[in-house]
């Protein structure tokens, strides 16, 4: 019995090495919305999601049930899993927590990023910057790495966690509302860097508030038809 009860904790300690084959469809599915490929109201099938992530059924409909429960798709008796619609109210509700997370996680980072890092981030903006159009995959993959390098650089896993999550439905949402017209502020963007690189605490978490605030005021204007 106790070498039963040891072989099995072998298992799980080995499962436990990587991700598993449904974080990895979810990761996949996650990635798919991020990049606007499926829109609100698109009908999630699951045979042929399945057969296009190279999976079995049983992950994808394990990961599909992650996200009904983030909201992010619902079941219908008639039609299955339906890609769901993602309020303006929504989208406020997450910028405001990520504000207050992502202030924080800077403050915590400022003068801990690898001066390597810092420069191939400086670079990736500035080479995107250069693009008169970006693609909203293009936005999210450097986004991604400023935001995550802060992140992560405030030493705090589960704040890390957190702020990833939250990201990621923020981009769900600007590919669901905007999946034609991308803009990216570069100098905004390098200047939040260079404000977390001083080593400043508050200016980096002055810096980190004030460039979500101004997302937050640009995309609550373009939704609303307002012009500044």
Known sequence: MQETNVSALNTKLLQADGPTLTEQVYEQLI?????????????????RMAERLNASRTPVREALGRLEAEGLVYKQPSRGVTVSP??????VELLN????????????????????????????????????NPTLSEIWDVDDILHGEIANAAGNSLLT???????????????????????F??????ALLDAVVSG???????????????????IIDRLSGSKR
């Open 31 to 47: 990635d798919i919305l991020i990049r606007g490929e499926l829109r609100p109201g698109d009908v999630i099938v699951e045979r």
């Open 86 to 91: 993602f309020s303006t109210e929504a989208f």
């Open 200 to 218: 400043d605490q508050e200016r980096a978490r002055g810096a980190m508030a004030e460039h979500i605030e101004s997302v937050k005021v640009a």
């Open 161 to 183: 966690g957190m702020i990833r999550d939250l990201r990621r439905r923020t981009h769900v949402f600007n590919a669901y509302r905007n999946p034609a017209t991308h803009k």
């Open 185 to 190: 502020g570069v100098d905004e963007n390098l």
């Open 97 to 132: 927590v990520r504000q207050l997370l992502e202030s924080e996680a800077a403050r915590l980072a400022a003068g801990r990023i690898d001066k390597g890092r810092v420069e191939a981030i400086r670079a990736a903006l500035i080479e995107l910057g250069t693009r008169s």
